[in-house]
């Protein structure tokens, strides 16, 4: 794979940050970030796009896939779609800021 094709693939690996209860409390207890990723992406792919788009040093990356939820809208049935989320262990001294808020 050619460079300028691997930092392509590292631009989007990352779909978005995961908001939810969870990931606040592990932020502020394990100094945490989760995230939304593609579902073909590697430990190794959300680190490296991890440091190269928010510029700190990862120590480490867990990967849950998350499987889609059955709901039901009135007789009929229907299935949420299912994710990868990853949990990024951010280095001491490490932080991202999603709010901005200064």
Same mark, same amino acid.
């Given at each position: 794979m ?7 693939r590292?631009? +989007? ?7 939810? *209860? %969870?990931?606040?409390? !592990?932020?502020?207890? @394990?100094?945490? $970030? /989760? ?6 992406? +590697? ?7 991890? *440091? %190269?788009?928010?510029? !700190?040093?990862?120590? @480490?990356?867990? $990967? /849950? ?19 990868k ?9 490490s ?8």
């Amino acid at each position: 794979m050619s460079q300028a094709m691997r930092e392509e693939r590292l631009l +989007t690996v990352l779909l978005g940050p995961h908001i939810s *209860e %969870k990931s606040h409390l !592990v932020a502020e207890s @394990g100094n945490q $970030v /989760v995230f939304k990723v593609r579902t073909d992406a +590697t430990k190794a792919e959300i680190k490296a796009a991890v *440091e %190269k788009l928010f510029e !700190v040093s990862v120590d @480490g990356v867990t $990967v /849950v896939n998350q499987a889609g939820k059955v709901k039901r809208r009135g007789r009929g049935f229907g299935r949420r779609a299912s994710f990868k989320k990853a949990y990024v262990s951010l280095a001491a001294g490490s932080e991202i800021d999603f709010l901005g808020a200064e």
